[in-house]
């Protein structure tokens, strides 16, 4: 699982689904291995919610990093429309 792909204050969220994920696939094959289907299915379905999960809050740092780069970007144009406007009055 990589770091870049969540928000710092969403991580330790991610890495517990992650580490829930793990747990969930392990039981999950000792479930079909003893013929238990209806509680395999439901860890698959507990697999899948977490897994959701996860992608929910990968999805919130890439909007989250969408936004930064509009701001940058935003901010920068403002910049250089001031600097402009001031040397304009300066008589540059």
Not at 63 to 81: F, M, N, P, Q, T
Request: proline share 1%; aromatic share 8%.
């Amino acid at each position: 699982m990589n770091r870049l792909n969540f928000r710092p204050q969403d991580w330790n969220a991610a890495e517990k689904l992650h580490e829930d994920i793990d747990s969930l696939q392990k039981e999950l094959s000792i479930h079909l291995e003893r013929g238990d289907y209806g509680i395999a299915g439901i860890c698959s379905e507990n697999i899948n919610n977490s897994i959701k999960e996860l992608c929910k809050i990968r999805h919130t740092k890439r909007e989250h990093d969408r936004l930064v780069k509009i701001a940058k970007s935003h901010e920068e144009g403002l910049s250089h429309y001031y600097n402009k406007k001031t040397s304009y009055f300066m008589g540059n």
